[in-house]
């Protein structure tokens, strides 16, 4: 077997495998003798099938499969031992002559090979990068306090309406002279909360009201704009609407005012675990603890994405074998069309130069990541998914149980390791270059995010 490698442009590469008999016929024989051991003719007894008829039979596909094997196997292995860094898989060449596999040998197999471009990029204390640190002051602790005690509100009774009140009703459609509608739309029960209706005129009419008072009030004026709004409120389908676009009369049944849990020991119990806080102060600074620690992921999440823009820019442009990578990704998107290649194809370049030059950062800087750092990755992923419901005292089994339910998914592992190698890079980078850091507030920090 004869290879050969031609890559004259560096990006463009030619792969050329010459196969000759002996390469495959050991292989081809064994394959037969396995099929005769087990073939089921009429006639014979396993294993006594005349080597002609398998041959004929069967010669055809071993003799392909074999051939297949030893091109892919061949080529893995030109690959690696050449260090060649191929983009995507190899191609049958545009060059390649098809070839009788019924003739003899040599066969002649062509592939085009994408070859990442050559480029040099490295960081150290002679380059500064921009780090925002996230203030915790009191305001942002007021914030926290004030989210963990809404969560655990609840509503109470009211005797009279104030705005943002809930309200709970009857409501009944009304005729042209102000009587109920005979046969027309009631709902019992009927939830409110005039503070999102649309029209102050409307709104109005429910200022100072008291349980048991009956408003007069039209949801089409109310609401419109929204169909959903009104149709959700009588109960109806939208396309229904236009024959209720009268008035309705509410009688008020209960008014309800959401309170915010009061700032008290069932409070702390239930945000931080029974007795881990014992008063206020604790609390507070309870929250500010954990506030630091997350929003110091957030400013290295910010600062990884400002190495990003420091290193791409260091590199430059890079130069890729555009029309392989085109024919590459439409290989890997078959069910769609010339269109979704030219949408797409600048934002999967910019992706593949960025992961081309983070594996490069992240050669030099030793990060290697294990089985461990990528079960971490999960676990800050289940632990902010928990967080996003106030779910934050939340034993460690159940952490480690979802986070190994996260990890059965083949499709998202390649993001935990993505997420393991892109903690280690910034931690190592961090003690590499020199960090420009700036206090920040977190308003400040959304704002700049783009939130």
């Not at 002679?126 to 004030?146: F, M, P």
């Not at 992921?297 to 442009?317: F, M, P, T, W």
């Amino acid at each position: 077997m004869k290879v050969s490698f031609e890559n004259p442009d560096k990006i463009n590469a030619l792969l050329t495998i010459t196969v000759e008999e002996d390469d495959y016929k050991n292989d081809v024989e064994k394959t037969l003798k396995d099929y005769r051991k087990k073939a089921n003719v009429p006639g014979f007894r396993p294993g006594q099938v005349p080597m002609g008829m398998i041959k004929r039979q069967f010669g055809p596909g071993a003799k392909m499969d074999a051939i297949n094997k030893l091109i892919g196997n061949e080529i893995q292995k030109y690959i690696a031992d050449n260090k060649v860094q191929m983009l995507g898989e190899p191609l049958a060449s545009e060059k390649q002559e098809a070839q009788d596999l019924e003739k003899p040998a040599p066969y002649t197999f062509m592939f085009d090979i994408a070859v990442a471009p050559e480029f040099e990029i490295e960081l150290s204390e002679k380059d500064t990068i921009d780090y925002y640190e996230i203030t915790v002051d009191d305001s942002l602790i007021d914030r926290q306090v004030d989210m963990f005690a809404s969560r655990t509100g609840k509503y109470v009774d009211q005797e009279v309406y104030s705005e943002g009140d809930m309200l709970k009703g009857d409501l009944r459609e009304l005729d042209e002279n102000g009587n109920t509608k005979e046969d027309g739309i009631t709902v019992e029960g009927a939830i409110l909360m005039p503070n999102y209706i649309k029209v102050d005129d409307q709104k109005k009419l429910f200022d100072g009201a008291k349980a048991g008072d009956i408003i007069t009030f039209n949801p089409r004026k109310a609401y419109p704009e929204s169909d959903a709004e009104v149709s959700s409120l009588l109960k109806i389908k939208k396309e229904e609407i236009a024959g209720h676009e009268g008035d309705f009369s509410y009688q008020i049944t209960q008014i309800q005012r959401f309170q915010n849990h009061a700032i008290d020991q069932e409070l702390f119990d239930q945000t931080f675990g029974e007795g881990a806080v014992k008063d206020e102060a604790e609390f507070r600074a309870k929250i500010a603890e954990g506030l630091k620690s997350q929003l110091a992921n957030d400013s290295d999440y910010k600062l990884l994405l400002d190495i990003r823009k420091y290193a791409e820019d260091k590199v430059g442009q890079l130069t890729y074998p555009d029309a392989l990578l085109k024919r590459i990704m439409q290989q890997n998107n078959k069910d769609k069309g010339q269109e979704f290649i030219d949408q797409n194809y600048e934002a999967s370049i910019k992706e593949l130069s960025w992961s081309l030059i983070r594996s490069k950062l992240a050669e030099q800087a030793e990060v290697k990541v294990n089985d461990d750092d990528v079960k971490e990755a999960a676990r800050e992923t289940a632990r902010v998914q928990f967080a996003q419901y106030g779910m934050n005292n939340i034993p460690q089994e159940y952490i480690d149980n979802y986070a190994d339910e996260l990890l059965k998914k083949q499709e998202t592992i390649q993001n935990f390791v993505d997420r393991a190698i892109d903690v280690k890079l910034t931690e190592a980078i961090k003690n590499k270059v020199q960090l420009n850091k700036q206090s920040i507030s977190l308003d400040e920090f959304n704002k700049m995010m783009g939130e």
